[in-house]
């Protein structure tokens, strides 16, 4: 016995799903940036401020 996907059987379920994950994937990537942003700074600065106590 052959069974249906869940997208077939289901069509309104999933409706919006693509722009539902595009908009994860931005903020995902948004939240990515952010977070380099901050920690590339702060770990320079940690690390010139252990070179200077060394």
Known sequence: MHKQNDIVTFPEL???MEQFLDEQ???LKRA???TASVALPGGLALLYL???AA
């Open 14 to 16: 999933f409706d919006g």
């Open 32 to 34: 990515g940036l952010l």
């Open 50 to 52: 252990v070179g200077r």
């Open 25 to 27: 994937i931005s903020r």
